[in-house]
């Protein structure tokens, strides 16, 4: 008898341990902030897109002016950059927040900013209220130099640069 009721104590410990253990978690557990995304919380709570019902979405295409620099003896240049900015609830971009994570010109950063605050987004929501969310864009252009060496002898290349 005794042994019987330790045979489903222990059953019952280890169900209970499975249930748990199988349970889903919260959202915010799971993406909980990283100590390099306090800069963001100065305008308030914050959220990574995994923490959110409905991710930020960007309403158009990213524009920007940018004039790279062509050096002389290169066919082609690549230029890309990943920037990060928190979205605000109302949609637009927060450009004090901007933050570059990666990138292989400065003039491209500058000229990323500058177009920043006119980028539309419909804002995040969470439990069907606009939040503030931490937004990742990677964007790159390719710049082609075809050289011409008289009439109708300009080519363009077979197909265009990866710039990835």
Known sequence: MRMTWMLSAAVAIIAVAFGCSSAPREPATRCALAAADSVYLDGGPVFRDCAVDRKAK????????????VSANSRTNCY???????????????WRTARFI????????????????????????????????????RLSAALVVVRATGPGAVRPPSRPPNCS
């Open 58 to 69: 960007m309403m158009g295409t990213p524009r920007f002016d940018f004039t790279p620099q």
């Open 80 to 94: 890309a950059v990943e920037v990060q900015f928190v979205v605000a609830p109302d949609g637009m971009p927060e």
């Open 102 to 137: 990666s990138s292989n010109d400065a003039g491209l950063e500058r000229a990323i900013l500058a177009a920043l605050p006119s980028w539309r987004f419909e804002p995040a929501q969470r439990d069907g209220v606009p939040v503030r969310q931490i937004v990742s864009q």
